[in-house]
T-cell receptor
């Protein structure tokens, strides 16, 4: 089944303790992206990757890191989490844009992170 | 800069009533527009994209370049339509693949 898989689904941690949220897709998509979803703010892009070893900042990259060593994986790293990073996080992937037509995003189930 | 505005945070209608979720955008080139839906406790999923000009679950959306709008419409709302709806835009210029979402509209369809 074609899907985007995030782990864990729920995570409670303390301020300053490094954590990684994994994201994997099995659709051979070139493009992958991380979003955070907060009430009243909608979805905001954190980082995205156009292809292996190519990553770019989105709208709210501060406090986050990503890596794209393989096409299928795009982990989100919080080196020193803070309470303002408490949020619902979504990973998404799609085929790279070609011939001027965007392709839709496939989303993971989300990771609810709480930083105390 | 590209921007997507969904002016209504909350929209409540009765079952069988028409519904329109508004979306306005700001982009200097030719955008590609999408509607994504998130049902309770589920992942976001694509509902519509303007290039397809299709009707999904009774919903339609027409891109109006003059008014820079991409409103989502359904003539007769159903209870199962209750969800969060996000309008999204991709700019068509350059190599950037920045997808910008609106802040979302929570639709509640009452029995």
């Amino acid at each position: 089944e074609a899907q985007v898989t995030q782990n864990p689904r729920y995570l409670i941690t303390v301020t300053g303790k490094k954590l990684t949220v994994t994201c994997s897709q099995n659709m051979n998509h070139e493009y992958m992206s991380w979003y955070r979803q907060d009430p009243g703010l909608g979805l905001r892009q954190i980082y995205y990757s156009m292809n292996v070893e190519v990553t770019d900042k989105g709208d709210v990259p501060e406090g986050y890191k990503v890596s794209r060593k393989e096409k299928r994986n795009f982990p989100l790293i919080l080196e020193s989490p803070s309470p303002n990073q408490t949020s619902l996080y979504f990973c998404a992937s799609s085929f790279r844009r070609g011939s001027g037509m965007g392709s839709p995003l496939h989303f993971g189930n989300g990771t609810r992170l709480t930083v105390t | 800069a590209q921007r997507v505005t969904q002016p209504e945070k909350l929209l409540s209608v009765f079952k069988g009533a028409p519904v329109e979720l508004k979306c306005n955008y700001s982009y200097s080139g030719s955008p590609e527009l999408f509607w994504y839906v998130q049902y309770s406790r589920q992942r976001l999923q694509l509902l519509l994209r303007h290039i397809s000009r299709e009707s999904i679950k009774g919903f339609t959306a027409d891109l109006n370049k003059g008014e820079t709008s991409f409103h989502l419409k359904k003539p007769f709302a159903q209870e199962e339509d209750s969800a969060m709806y996000y309008c999204a835009l991709i700019g068509s210029g350059g190599s950037n693949y920045k997808l910008t979402f609106g802040k979302g509209t929570l639709l509640t369809v009452n029995p």
